[in-house]
Structures are given as C-alpha cells and as structure tokens.
T-cell receptor, first 114, second 116 residues
Framework: SQELEQSPQSLIVQEGKNLTINCTSSKTLYGLYWYKQKYGEGLIFLMMLQKGGEEKSHEKITAKLDEKKQQSSLHITASQPSHAGIYLCGADLNSGGSNYKLTFGKGTLLTVNP | NAGVTQTPKFQVLKTGQSMTLQCAQDMNHEYMSWYRQDPGMGLRLIHYSVGAGITDQGEVPNGYNVSRSTTEDFPLRLLSAAPSQTSVYFC???????????????FGPGTRLTVT
C-alpha cells in the first residue's frame, strides 16, 4: 500500500474559490515537504513542516502539520489560474535528517478555471 | 548559481542501448538523489548519495548504476535500457546541517527518456 496518500487526485475549481489538498502518512513523519510542479517541468519547493501543529504561509498558500494524525494539509485561499499545476507532498519517513530520500505521494492535479 | 542542472532534456533509446544521464549542482550540497516519475506512481527514489564516494540504493535501483566522484556531479547510468525505464528522471540535491535538521531538496528540470 502507498505510504503517503494524497487526496484528492485531481481538483477543478473556479477562480477565487478556496481549496484544500491533504497528505496522509502510514508512518511517523519526520519532515513534510510540499512541492508544486508545472507540466513538463521540475519541482518547485513551497514549504517544509517539521513539528506537530506547525503552520506556514506563503502568499495565499497555507500548510499545516497534524503530527498525531500523521497528516498535512495545503490550503489555497482565493485561487488564481497561476495556482494551477501538480501539488506533491514528500516526507522523510526515516527518523529525521534524511531529506535526500523522501517518499512522495502521487500528486494532486489542480485546475483553476477563470 | 545555476542550481541543479540535468542533461539531456530529452532522449530516445532503443532497447539494449546504454546511456548516462548527467546531473550537476553548484551549491556545494552534500546530498544528491535520483528519482523517476511515472504517471500514477509519483516520484520514486532510484539511488542517492550522502557525499563523494558514498552511494546507496533507493526504492527502485534495478537497471541503474551511479557513482559520486565529486561533490558536484552525480551521473545515472542505464546499462541496458528497457521499455520499463521509459520515464521522467529528476536529480535533486540538498544541504545537510546535521541529524534531525531538515532542509528542502532542490530539483533539476528533469530528463524525459523514451525506450523503444
């Protein structure tokens, strides 16, 4: 079974709407990383969460880490077409400090309609 | 800084051919990794290195070799290409500040490989 599950697999929203993407781990999280990928391009780092209850924001994107639930959520407020792409969560499931061997979810494809 | 660079961007191979995917970083990062990305599978770790001269296998290492003779370079070799190796390959590097202190991985733009 997948160690890191992302939901939903895909999401279509109208511009201006809020949305949430979830990432749930079957193992203890020692670090959780969110990336964004445009089709055919590399991964762009968004945010990293390490401690339970931690919350980080950048522009209109907020990520939270629920350590007890072994889950992270990525929330986008007032979505824009520029937010469209594939969102990937990656996790260090190997006791910390192992940011060179992350386990990734399958990704969430976000489409924002103008 | 150029960051993480990968060459080539696209490659078509025939079954049985060999080739090397190049990866270089100019950030003096100790850690480097190779991932492959397939539709519906996400990114999977192939090999990684925690420093020059030190490499180890990831989740899907079969059919691939790596070496790390310098801090900057981490080439990935396909010895005898198979159609199952058709994928997009990403190289990544990251900084180490000690156990338990995480830093993000920086990713290259990827190499799209097709094996016919």
């Amino acid at each position: 079974s997948q160690e890191l599950e992302q939901s939903p697999q895909s999401l279509i929203v109208q511009e201006g709407k809020n949305l949430t993407i979830n990432c749930t781990s079957s193992k203890t999280l020692y670090g959780l990383y969110w990336y964004k990928q445009k089709y055919g391009e590399g991964l762009i780092f968004l945010m990293m969460l390490q401690k339970g209850g931690e919350e980080k924001s950048h522009e209109k994107i907020t990520a939270k880490l629920d350590e007890k639930k072994q889950q992270s959520s990525l929330h986008i407020t007032a979505s824009q077409p520029s937010h469209a792409g594939i969102y990937l969560c990656g996790a260090d499931l190997n006791s910390g400090g192992s940011n060179y061997k992350l386990t990734f979810g399958k990704g969430t494809l976000l489409t924002v309609n103008p | 800084n150029a960051g993480v660079t990968q060459t080539p961007k696209f490659q078509v191979l025939k079954t049985g051919q060999s080739m090397t995917l190049q990866c270089a970083q100019d950030m003096n990062h100790e850690y480097m990794s190779w991932y492959r990305q397939d539709p519906g599978m996400g990114l999977r770790l192939i090999h990684y290195s925690v420093g020059a001269g030190i490499t180890d296998q990831g989740e899907v290492p079969n059919g691939y070799n790596v070496s790390r003779s310098t801090t900057e370079d981490f080439p990935l070799r396909l010895l005898s290409a198979a159609p199952s190796q058709t994928s997009v390959y990403f190289c990544a590097s990251s900084y180490s500040a000690g156990t338990g202190i995480p830093y993000e991985q920086y990713f290259g733009p990827g190499t799209r490989l097709t094996v016919t």
